[in-house]
């Protein structure tokens, strides 16, 4: 059961054009919303995060939305630079019996054009 | 700051053997995390680990997978014996909160 969905595998845009990327969840028990960037032969590293709080929050040229009623994030990459091209995860986390823990959607691989 | 480390960064084995990983989290990180990540899929949780304890491998197929984390701080995950559809990357990332997760580099496996 996926609770984190990315529908786009990929996306082509030019440098200085804007990036948009989507993720979808399920469970209406997640609160914190986090995006990783992956380069080929590394580990997903750290890029922005939101809590269910707020509605956005922006860091350079990365801000996400987050709409709660549509259980829907999305990232915007303003502008676009060639070195943004990696793959993309949104990863959701809920305060389970468990503890903390972090659901992944499958990725979109950003290609930004020259 | 040091990152998480994992090794080795690369291995390949045969079906039906074994294959052992190992990670040393960030300094400090008390939440280790164990993640499965096949070609064109995103990372699935196999274990987590607060310090010492379990606090979930509902996902890791015990039959043959096995982790500890030794005095709470670095971990080893175990595939004896291992199949083909074992074939992925393994990841091993630290956390304090739910702020973040830190990933280390990844452990490519080949199972033939």
Known sequence: DQQVKQNSPSLSVQEGR???????YTNSM??????YKKYPAEGPTFLISISSIKDKNEDG?????????????????VPSQPGDSAVYFCAASGKGDTGNQFYFGTGTSLTVIP | EAGVAQSPRYKIIEK???VAFWCNPISGHATLYWYQQILGQGPKLLIQFQNNGVVDDSQLPKD???AERLKGVDSTLKIQPAKLE??????????????????GPGTRLTVL
């Not at chain 1, 804007?18 to 979808?24: A, E, M, P, R, V």
């Not at chain 1, 040229?61 to 990459?77: C, D, E, Q, W, Y």
């Not at chain 2, 990841?91 to 304090?96: D, E, H, R, V």
Request: glycine share 0%; hydrophobic share 40%; aromatic share 18%.
């Open chain 2, 16 to 18: 039906r053997q074994s």
């Open chain 1, 18 to 24: 804007i990036s948009i990327l989507n993720c979808d």
């Open chain 1, 30 to 35: 997640f609160d914190y919303f986090l995006w």
């Open chain 2, 64 to 66: 043959r997978f096995s």
């Open chain 1, 61 to 77: 040229r990365f801000t996400v939305f987050l709409n709660k009623s549509a259980k829907h994030l999305s990232l915007h990459i």
């Open chain 2, 86 to 103: 074992d074939s992925a990357v393994y990841l091993c990332a630290s956390s304090i909160d739910r702020s973040t997760q830190y990933f």
